[in-house]
Nanobody
Framework: QVQLVESGGGLVQAGGSLRLSCAAS????????MAWFRQAPGKEREFAAA????????YYADAVKGRFTISRDNAKNTVTLQIDSLKPEDTAVYYC????????????????WGQGTQVTVSS
């Protein structure tokens, strides 16, 4: 099993920035990639960004390109999501996820999930 713990959420004004972190523990050797999803109130969870563990290749949802940056720290088993130019529509619970397969696109399935961290953007 792999455990994922997110941190860094909070309340921020529109136009501001936020940095989310996800720490992985347990059988992390089985993880090939990690991602961030988000779920806004009343909406389905949606993919935001992903990164492959070994080569650092990244993928982004069209809605967040240019504002979200995902990165990984292999030594610390952490993944970070930098969010800039925050908008009220970015308000959501952000979830970290890990997969045991190489990420080749936005439709990759994920095996492990964190509990989520709330991001609220005020206008």
């Amino acid at each position: 099993q792999v455990q994922l713990v997110e941190s860094g959420g909070g309340l921020v004004q529109a136009g501001g920035s936020l940095r989310l972190s996800c720490a992985a523990s347990g059988r992390t050797f089985s993880v090939y990639g990690m991602a961030w999803f988000r779920q806004a109130p009343g909406k389905e969870r949606e993919f935001a960004a992903a990164v492959n563990w070994r080569d650092g290749n990244t993928y982004y949802a069209d809605a967040v390109k240019g504002r979200f940056t995902i990165s990984r720290d292999n030594a610390k088993n952490t993944v970070t999501l930098q969010i800039d130019s925050l908008k009220p529509e970015d308000t959501a619970v952000y979830y970290c996820a890990a997969t045991r397969q190489y990420i080749r696109g936005v439709t990759t399935s994920y095996d492990f999930w964190g509990q989520g961290t709330q991001v609220t953007v005020s206008s």
